[in-house]
C-alpha cells in the first residue's frame, strides 16, 4: 500500500509570493489533516478536509487555505508569504471516521527568502 | 497555552536499558493519545496510542501508560537500540476534534551504543 505523498520535498519562495503544496493520501483515506511545523511553535493543526468539505480549521490567518478533490488528493496555498511561513509543511491521512489513526507524509520544506 | 506539555527536550541512554519519555496534559476532554516518532526530514511514524478507557498499552518493545487522575502518560521503550534514537512527539485528541492532533514540543531521545 503506498503510504502519504506529499509534493514537492522542498521549494523557495520570495517574500510576497503564493505557493501551493501537494498531498495525496493513502488509498481509501478520505480525510487529509495538514499541519505546520516549526522550531519555536512545533506542530500545528491548520486544517482537516474529508470527502470535499472542510470540517475543521486551526488558529492561522486566512492566506493559508485548502481544497480536496474528489479522489481525496488535497491541496493547500498559502498566499502573500511572509518569512515567518518558513516551516516544514505535512499532511496526514485517515480513514476520516470513528477514531483513527493518522499517517504523515515526509513534508514539503518550504524556504521563504 | 500548552494543553499538551514534553517537559525534556532531550534524553540520552544507553542501549539495551530503559528509555521513559513523558507527557502531561491539561485538557481532561481528550480521549485518545498517541506516540509518533520523527526522524529529520521525514514525517512522524506513529508508533503506539492508548484511549482514555485504559491505563496501559503494550506493542512489543513500547508500552504507553496513562494516569488520567496525574493527566499524565509516559512511554516505555525496552530495551532501548540505537535506531531508537530520534525525536517523539506526544499527542492528543478530543471526541469529535477531526484532523486536529494537538502535540507537545517533543522530545530528543539518543540511544548510546
Known amino acids: 500500500k503506498a503510504g502519504v505523498t506529499q509534493t514537492p520535498r522542498y521549494l523557495i519562495k520570495t517574500r510576497g509570493q503564493q505557493v501551493t503544496l501537494s498531498c495525496s493520501p493513502i488509498?481509501?483515506?478520505?480525510?487529509v489533516s495538514w499541519y505546520q511545523q516549526t522550531p519555536g511553535q512545533g506542530l500545528q493543526f491548520l486544517f482537516e478536509y474529508f470527502s470535499e468539505t472542510q470540517r475543521n480549521k486551526g488558529n492561522f490567518p486566512g492566506r493559508f487555505s485548502g481544497r480536496q478533490f474528489s479522489n481525496s488528493r488535497s491541496e493547500m496555498n498559502v498566499s502573500t508569504l511572509e518569512l515567518g511561513d518558513s516551516a516544514l509543511y505535512l499532511c496526514a491521512s485517515s480513514t476520516g471516521q470513528g477514531f483513527y489513526g493518522y499517517t504523515f507524509g515526509s513534508g514539503t520544506r518550504l524556504t521563504v527568502v | 497555552d500548552q494543553q499538551v506539555k514534553q517537559n525534556s527536550p532531550s534524553l540520552s541512554v544507553q542501549e539495551g536499558r530503559i528509555s521513559i519519555l513523558n507527557c502531561d496534559y491539561t485538557n481532561s476532554m481528550f480521549d485518545y493519545f498517541l506516540w509518533y516518532k520523527k526522524y529529520p526530514a521525514e514525517g512522524p511514524t506513529f508508533l503506539i496510542s492508548i484511549s482514555s478507557i485504559k491505563d496501559k498499552n503494550e506493542d512489543g518493545r513500547f508500552t504507553v501508560f496513562l494516569n488520567k487522575s496525574a493527566k499524565h502518560l509516559s512511554l516505555h521503550i525496552v530495551p532501548s537500540q540505537p535506531g531508537d534514537s530520534a525525536v517523539y512527539f506526544c499527542?492528543?485528541?478530543?471526541?469529535?476534534?477531526?484532523?486536529?492532533?494537538?502535540f507537545g514540543k517533543g522530545t530528543k531521545l539518543s540511544v548510546k551504543p
Open positions: 488509498s481509501g483515506h478520505r480525510s
Open positions: 499527542a492528543a485528541s478530543a471526541p469529535g476534534s477531526q484532523g486536529n492532533l494537538i
